[in-house]
């Protein structure tokens, strides 16, 4: 787990390769129903797909750095399998670092805040995804997951375990 760093405060400056940005939608509901083989209307905002990241070179949140856009599962209270949705986002977004020869990652809470993902569920989700993908890749370095306040901070070292 050396490999994880918890950073409170603003993802721009961090000196990583790649910054996963999470996309909030304004089709919400749409952007919430999972489906893990296709990419149609339904599950698509703005031609992105729910767990389905794209590389940006140049967006924001730092025009800088390459960014991976990602739109997360909206939480409709754990029945419409966010869970997995959520997870799927972790993991193809580590894929596409992995596929791109990225060594650092930064990530910010993927759908927290204003698609309503519990911090405390979506931490542990976090962590197992990340965790699994840096067995699977020695060449990533580290993974830094940016929290905006103390308590999601907490949250996630909890769940790192430390």
């Keep these: 787990m050396h490999r994880i760093r918890i950073h409170q405060g603003d993802i721009k400056g961090l000196k990583v390769d790649v910054v996963v940005n999470p996309l909030v939608s304004d089709r ?3 952007v919430s129903h999972y489906s893990e083989h ?9 031609h992105h797909c ?7 070179l140049g967006s924001s949140p730092d025009p800088q750095k390459a960014v991976i856009e990602v739109v997360g599962p909206l939480w409709r209270g754990g029945d419409f399998q966010e869970d997995e949705a959520l997870a799927t986002c972790y993991k193809r977004a ?3 670092a992995k596929q791109q020869n990225f060594r650092s990652i930064a990530f910010a809470p993927i759908s927290c ?10 931490s542990k989700i976090a962590i197992e995804q990340i965790s699994f993908a840096l067995q699977q890749n020695p060449f990533m370095e580290t993974v830094v997951l940016c929290c905006s306040d103390p308590v999601t901070s907490a949250l996630y070292r909890s769940a790192v375990g430390r």
């Design 28 to 30: 919400k509901p749409e």
């Design 50 to 56: 729910v767990g389905e990241p794209k590389v940006v």
């Design 113 to 122: 805040g204003p698609l309503g993902f519990p911090a405390n569920r979506a």
């Design 94 to 96: 580590m894929d596409l």
């Design 38 to 46: 296709s990419c149609s209307d339904q599950n698509c905002a703005d």
